[in-house]
């Protein structure tokens, strides 16, 4: 639970996982553009993510397109949507 707790800390990670969290599949390069990060930082973030097992990613030439991890179990997915709907609760309190 850590991973996933240490992968959710970040708002440029958690902005990622809510792009990726519609089920497409995005290459890097949109991440990039919609969160406003660069190539390197995106792929660090992108990484982590990776690593606590939330996402998938396919190399294609010389981009990588993320994914939801279809394996994420229901628990995690879970403690994910609910952060990324208090995010957004959040986000829409302060507008």
Do not use: Y
Request: proline share 2%; aromatic share 4%.
């Amino acid at each position: 639970m850590q991973d996933l707790l240490t992968a959710l800390n970040d708002p440029t990670r958690r902005a990622a996982l809510a792009i990726v969290w519609d089920g497409g599949e995005h290459c890097v390069c949109e991440l990039m553009a919609r969160v406003d990060a660069s190539q390197s930082r995106m792929s660090r973030h992108m990484k982590v993510l990776r690593e606590a097992g939330l996402v998938t990613d396919r190399r294609d030439a010389q981009w990588v397109r993320f994914r939801l991890n279809p394996k994420l179990a229901a628990e995690r997915r879970a403690v994910v949507a609910a952060v990324l709907a208090a995010e957004r609760t959040s986000e829409r309190d302060v507008a």
